[in-house]
């Protein structure tokens, strides 16, 4: 009877779960979810969750009048008949959903979008990396139905359609059906999160230009735009129809509306005096969050409400041309307290006291995602097995990163920037190489170190006089526009 080394077994155990690493991930990254949601024990769906959940009900499903897309609460829809139909709490079968949704797709999805556009490695540990991230830092994007991951996951795998369409040889079938395919995504992702208009519309800019991202196609740059453009139109029609029903608007867009004003020209006005946001609901406040002023964007705010209105883009630009320097420094702490990541389960009844060591732990992960890049760009020797990054990455990062870009100006809530941390996530998971890594620290640690010490005191620096600004009310005066 031959007996089996533990090393025999140790390699005849990583050989199977390489071999089956997609099946184990999704289970593993199943289990770890519910265990988010047992660990957690949401007892009741709060604010803008409870918009979509509320909206989401049969009877109530395109019979009231509102300023979000349909798209996310059909796809919540089925949920309230399954649990009407089992008699059971709605609550259950929601969590049970979201563990089993995000547990599947996110390993999955990630590392094929990822690795086909930016390159890397995949593996059984890798595919969970971002899982385990998004859980220790941005839970409540993985406990509510909350529209943030649907929606960048829909841009995810509806850039990657279109980026496999541009790939495809000879086949015009699968060619127009992928290109199709991306159009209807990443209008859904459009329609789920409003502010993924700029995606969509960066996608049908690269595929109308005759250089660049087209170059790539070996069918008709009209025959893409068309049948991308086919898709979006799909995914639109039924939103046209609860305009015409709902607001007797007769519009293929998603009408977003608060009080007199579009909900984007609303969002860049409050952002001249807000810092960031943040949805929670602590002890007994009437709203859901705690806000954090910015006293030079009041000052510009006040200086200018009886001259121009900052609720219309027009006057908002005026504004911006006259104090130039003023809002380019008022964007910066925008952009650095939306990756500054403190309190990520939304709908928290008090701040948590681990607010600190989660913003130091978010900076850690910030900082490994750039060494790791650092390394890759210094072509660092790695082990092998690593796919290089497809020709069109820097137009798939564009596209992702566009919406982002787009929001900087308005109100700031970090998980606003969810697609940049969710790509830094990736790139530890899918480019980390130790051994790379490793001679890029020996080599350039002095440059690495100034580097992330400068970069840490002026980010701190940024974000702790942030929080010396909080208030637990919205600001007067511009909550729906200026006095009238």
Not at 55 to 80: E, I, N, T
Not at 105 to 133: C, D, E, H, Q, Y
Request: hydrophobic letters at 50%; one cysteine or more.
């Amino acid at each position: 009877m031959s007996v089996v080394s533990s090393s025999d077994l140790r390699s005849r155990l990583a050989a199977f779960v390489d071999r089956h690493q997609v099946p184990l991930a999704c289970a593993v990254s199943v289990c770890l979810l519910l265990a988010l949601h047992y660990g957690y024990a949401i007892r009741e769906v709060l604010y803008d969750a409870a918009y979509y959940w509320d909206r989401a009900r049969p009877d109530v499903f395109g019979q009231v009048k509102s300023h979000r897309g349909y798209f996310f609460p059909a796809m919540l829809m089925p949920l309230h008949l399954i649990a009407d139909s089992l008699d059971v709490d709605p609550l259950r079968v929601l969590k049970l959903a979201l563990a089993l949704a995000y547990g599947i797709t996110l390993p999955i999805l990630l590392p094929a979008v990822f690795v086909s556009a930016f390159g890397g490695k995949v593996s059984f540990w890798r595919r969970l990396i971002p899982v385990v991230l998004l859980m220790q830092l941005f839970p409540g994007l993985l406990l509510y139905p909350l529209s943030d991951l649907p929606a960048l996951l829909m841009l995810l795998a509806g850039l990657s359609c279109v980026m496999v369409a541009v790939r495809a040889d000879r086949d015009k079938r699968r060619f127009l059906g992928l290109m199709f395919l991306g159009g209807l995504l990443i209008t859904a992702a459009y329609n789920t999160r409003t502010i993924y208009l700029f995606g969509l519309l960066g996608m049908l800019a690269l595929l109308s230009l005759r250089q660049g991202f087209v170059r790539q196609l070996r069918f008709p740059r009209l025959l893409a735009l068309a049948a991308f453009s086919a898709g979006a139109l799909v995914l639109s029609l039924p939103q046209l129809v609860l305009n015409k029903r709902t607001q007797g608007v007769s519009s293929l867009a998603v009408i977003a509306q608060v009080g007199d004003y579009g909900l984007f020209a609303s969002q860049m006005a409050w952002g001249i005096t807000l810092q960031r946001y943040e949805t929670t609901a602590p002890g007994t406040a009437l709203v859901p969050g705690v806000y954090y002023l910015d006293p030079a964007g009041e000052e510009i705010f006040n200086s200018q409400i009886s001259l121009r209105n900052p609720f219309l883009l027009r006057d908002y630009l005026g504004i911006v041309l006259r104090h130039p320097l003023d809002f380019l420094a008022l964007y910066t702490r925008h952009a650095i307290n939306g990756l500054d990541l403190r309190d990520g389960i939304v709908y928290a009844r008090k701040l948590s006291p681990l607010r600190d060591r989660t913003a130091v732990f978010n900076f850690c992960v910030l900082a490994l995602a750039c060494w790791v890049l650092f390394a890759v760009h210094r072509r660092y020797p790695r082990r092998a097995g690593y796919r290089p990054a497809a020709p069109g990455w820097h137009y798939a990062l564009v596209i992702l990163l566009l919406p982002v870009l787009a929001i900087v100006p308005g109100a700031i809530e970090t998980r606003f920037f969810a697609p940049v941390h969710l790509l830094a996530y990736c790139v530890i998971a899918f480019h980390f190489d130790a051994k790379s890594l490793g001679t890029c620290l020996r080599k350039d640690a002095l440059t690495l170190a100034v580097t992330t010490s400068l970069v840490g005191s002026i980010f701190f620096g940024v974000t702790q006089s942030t929080m010396a600004s909080q208030e637990y009310a919205w600001p007067p005066l511009y909550q729906f526009g200026p006095p009238k």
